[in-house]
């Protein structure tokens, strides 16, 4: 086997050895299967191929100094697919298959987990997809669920630090009572445009306003948004938004920090008000903002002066990590150690 330069991972796909599937036929779900291949055969009348019947998630495995290796809140992730499944209508895996599934494929494919040092991980993806066929618009008789895993660099590899955003009301990513608050494949396509268009522009990512109206900030491109100041962690309240896990996290650990915690309506304006923002999620846990721009109003918010994360973004973004390496103690129990 040729030896993995753990220092030049980036965020993209790199085969290992195993994924596992599960697949639901007659309403129920059979036995965890183990496989080695990269591909799956589908039906090509399967619903995620038409009707966008797919739900995904996103979760890493940690190795830690003392060699054990940790997984980040997995009983959150089951239950965000569960809920997923629920809103486009297909079949609900339970928390335990869920959690066998995750256990197995981190086993069977642990040679690829970076060590401590490295400051990378093993994220972990697990899809489910209808692959029954259907011609009309109708939910799939039969779904498969399955867990690839790959290895995956540090997310700032020059060190923690401040990106722009760019706010776009030309594009929408979810609509009010749409799917937003799901973590399905249809988001990210209703996204690319507009991410491409700020990427292209140099910015970090698109940075989206509620549907309905414009004037309440609600999501930075896949990430949710909070802002601080006053020693209050401030994130959005909106039916459009997907409930993060990290934003979850580091609202108990804000708390935790002793700073209040509000989850409201957030003005574009109040923008130029915090003393310092980020973007969260499993990718980054934060991405601290350093501008937000909008051309279109000639305009930019600058959130952070001398362009370095601010002092709450960068302990927050420190304990998180901690925990999800075992340097600090699991006091939320939010992590499972693979035995
Ligand atoms: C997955 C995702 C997030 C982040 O969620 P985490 O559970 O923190 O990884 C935020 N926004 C969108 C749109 C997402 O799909």
Known sequence: MKEIDWSKLSFGYMPT????RIYNREGKWGELEVSSSETINLHMAATCLH???EAFEGLKAFRGKDGKIRIFRLEENAARLQSTCKGILMAELPTER??????KVVKLNERFIPPYETGASLYIRPL???TGA???VKPADEYLFVIFVTPVGPYFKGGFSTNPYVITRKYDRAAPHGTG????????AA????????????YSAEFYLDAKEHKYIDECGAANFFGIKNNTYITPLSSSILPSITNKSLMQLAEDMGLDVERRPIPEEELSTFEEAGACGTAAVISPIQRIDDPENNHSYVISKDGKPGPI???LYNKLRAIQYGDEPDVHNWVTIVE
């Open 17 to 20: 050895d195993y994924n596992v």
């Open 51 to 53: 009707y966008g019947q």
């Open 98 to 103: 869920f959690k066998e599934a995750v256990l």
């Open 128 to 130: 489910l997809i209808g």
């Open 134 to 136: 259907q011609v009309g």
């Open 181 to 188: 608050t799901f973590k399905v494949g249809g988001n990210y």
């Open 191 to 202: 996204s690319l445009r507009a991410s491409k268009e700020a990427h292209d522009a140099g």
């Open 313 to 315: 973004s960068t302990a």
